[in-house]
């Protein structure tokens, strides 16, 4: 099977499908956008992603996927091994809710066209923006660490003592967080298992300065 | 199997799960929590829920699961049918990336703790939190008018003539939009399926204005 990743280096969404092409062995041919040229408004970007968001995964049929979550879900489905997600109930549905704590309470409203939005509403500048950017990482990161800390299901990674979805999200937030010079240690539990996702290639390989478009 | 929603009526996310608990046939005990009276903030709630969101889901074995898609997972994982899911990978890809185009792109951006930020930050006033609400709603809601016309997978509802998930998140993001009056007509193909949508009791009876603590 041959995929193309529709990508930047920076973004966040990106870094989690990257970590997921990596731990499910699979090769992906890189093609990078530069979000702040616009190079996702092009027509012909739209026609691939009307959303004109990074990544889209092209397949080699020529079907596109969209939304880091649901090809996700797609790649656990096709490629169930090694697995993303615990095989009981239970597992499966803390380790999704700990990637959408991420997924939809953090990292949408620190992206790069909400960073523009509000600096053409309301004059945000820089200092404002890792303001904003930080509330909205502690929020979650505060109730994070104590679920983390607290849940016996918790082992070397956020659910046992092997890596899913949970990890991939929190993986890439924790790099997002650095744009902004976010201390992870203010969340020990976050720190220790962001540290040792950063030991396994997979995770350390899709890391935003280890891409071919890297600034 | 007894189940308690802690929810609110007005609440997109919790429209979602109480959609998805009748589509399932599951009855729940209704516990409803006023947002702006910091109701979801109190240590007792906190324990339930370390995020101070609404919903949870508590079941009669103790459990809290909280975040919505997660728990719908896991709803269509312990209850399989009627699915919220179609049976191919393709078709599940295509329905979850929808869901998640609202539930990541749209919801996270309109909530109220968000409204509250930018009037404490920059001032927002009513003007501006339906300039806010309405900008991030249309740009997805543009996009996914286009994929949904476009695409030969969209029938009666989302996707083809069965209800699922995508449909409810797209149900419940429609009637939050009516907290700003944004009109669903400019998006034909949205307005018919939301409209299919209304006129079943799964989805009415879930509807805010339906919910005891409706004001």
Redesign the interface.
Known sequence: MSLTLHNFFRSSTSTRLRVALNLKGLDYDYVAYVLRKGETRTAKYLAIN????VPSLEREDG?V???S???M??LE??HPNPPLLPKD??G???V??I???I???V???NNL??LG??TD??G?DET?HK??FT?WVA??FD??E??LD?DSETGDFCHGDEVGLADICLYAQVWNNRRFAIDTAQWPTIAGIFNRLDAIAAFRDAAPPNQPDAV
């Open positions: 009307p959303q004109g968001l079907r996927m969209n939304q979550l649901a090809i879900e797609w489905e096709v109930a239970d499966r549905a803390r999704r809710a990637a959408y704590m997924a939809c309470e990292h949408p409203l066209r909400v939005y509000i509403k309301f945000a404002a303001e904003w509330h929020m979650t109730a994070l104590v679920m607290r």
